[in-house]
C-alpha cells in the first residue's frame, strides 16, 4: 500500500515538473524550431539541465530527483513573478493612457497579480 502511494507522488512529481518545464520552454520559445534553442536558454538563465528539459519533453522519466524537481518550480515560479510584473506595468501604463478601462477587467488582473505575489511568498 505504501508503495503504491509513494508511485503515485513520483507520477504526480514528474507531471508537474513536466507541465512547469514545458511552460519554461514554450515562454522562452521563439517561434516553430525554437525548441531546442528555448531549452537551451532556459538552461543558462535558470539552471535547469538542458538533458532534464529534453527527457522532460520527449521521454518522461518514471521519477525526478528532488533537486532537480526544486529547480524547475523556483525557475517556473521566477517566470511566473517576471510575468505578473509586465502584467503589473502594462496595466499603469493602460491607467496612464486611457480612462476607459473595465473595472472589472483591472479587478481580475490585480487579483491574479495578488495571488502570484502571495504564492511567492509562501512557495
Known amino acids: 500500500m505504501i508503495k503504491k502511494s509513494l508511485r503515485e507522488d513520483q507520477k504526480m512529481s514528474v507531471a508537474a515538473a513536466r507541465e512547469m518545464a514545458t511552460g519554461l520552454v514554450q515562454r522562452e520559445s521563439r517561434g516553430p524550431g525554437d525548441l531546442d534553442n528555448a531549452m ?3 538552461e543558462a538563465k535558470y539552471g535547469v539541465p538542458y ?18 524537481f526544486t529547480k524547475i518550480r523556483a525557475a517556473y515560479q521566477a ?11 502594462e496595466l499603469t501604463i493602460t491607467r496612464a493612457v486611457s480612462d476607459e478601462i473595465d473595472p472589472k477587467l483591472v479587478e481580475q488582473v490585480e487579483a491574479l497579480v495578488r495571488e502570484i505575489r502571495e504564492s511567492q511568498s509562501t512557495g
Open 40 to 42: 537551451r536558454r532556459v
Open 51 to 68: 538533458s532534464v528539459l529534453w527527457s522532460l519533453r520527449y521521454r518522461q522519466p518514471k521519477d525526478i530527483l528532488l533537486g532537480v
Open 79 to 89: 517566470e511566473c513573478a517576471r510575468q505578473a510584473a509586465l502584467l503589473e506595468h
